[in-house]
């Protein structure tokens, strides 16, 4: 099976610019999940979609970032305008519905805000 | 709320020496417990798990045992291959409003020298 894909590998955009990044789930996975690794630090849980609809958004920095999950398959997380401070690794996971379902990561996006 | 503390690296090890990377986390409930790698270049991977206490989760010749009462799960190896050069996350999965939220640790770079 096709495993978790994320578009763009790589992002490089100056403050203030936006960026959206793009995560095509596992077919069939009901949860996505986004997460963010600053350098250096802990891999920061961002938000959680089951289905189309936001579960958990606790881990969302601020207003700036949006993400949306229209129709239940991919989806995308837009940074805007975008800060210094938001450059970092964005994984992208998804799981099928089952509680204890592992999850299976794409190879993140590597953003850097100049 | 959830934490994992895992020791901060670089480690650097000569092939064929013995690998620990220490984690130990903090957790309301009985999570289960994991270790991820992320290879050069890729996402992170799934290196292998325990759901409950004094469970042995091994993979690829690692090994880690969830340890209650001293709120461990310790990455063993052996003998470790230049192969397995990567970054390793500790992570915990608990149930939140009846969907798991997974919790990572800092990641441990490793690297193995000839």
């Known amino acids: 099976e096709a495993g978790v894909t994320q578009f763009p590998s790589h992002s490089v955009i100056e403050k203030g610019q936006t960026v959206t990044l793009r995560c095509d789930p596992i077919s069939g996975h009901d949860n996505l999940y986004w997460y963010r690794r600053v350098m250096g630090k802990e891999i920061k849980f961002l938000l959680h979609f089951v289905k189309e609809s936001k579960q958990d958004e606790s881990g969302m920095p601020n207003n700036r970032f949006l993400a949306e999950r229209t129709g239940g398959t991919y989806s995308t997380l837009k940074v805007q305008p975008a800060e210094l401070e938001d450059s970092g690794v964005y994984f992208c996971?998804?799981?099928?519905?089952?509680?204890?379902?592992?999850?299976?990561f794409g190879n993140g996006t590597r953003l850097t805000v100049t | 709320g959830n934490s994992v503390t895992q020791m901060e690296g670089p480690v650097t090890l000569s092939e064929e020496a013995f690998l620990t990377i220490n984690c130990t986390y903090t957790a309301t409930g009985y999570p289960s417990l994991f270790w991820y790698v992320q290879y050069p270049g890729e996402g992170l991977q799934l290196l292998l798990k325990?759901?409950?206490?004094?469970d042995k989760g091994s993979n690829k010749g690692f090994e880690a045992t969830y340890r209650k009462e001293t709120t461990s799960f310790h990455l063993e190896k052996g003998s470790v291959q230049v192969s397995d050069s990567a970054v390793y996350f500790c992570?915990?999965?608990?149930?939140?409003?009846?969907?798991?939220?997974?919790?990572f640790g800092i990641g441990t770079k490793l690297q193995v020298i000839p």
């Open positions: 996971a998804s799981s099928q519905g089952l509680m204890n379902s592992p999850l299976h």
């Open positions: 325990a759901t409950k206490a004094d």
């Open positions: 992570a915990l999965s608990d149930i939140n409003g009846g969907y798991q939220k997974v919790t």
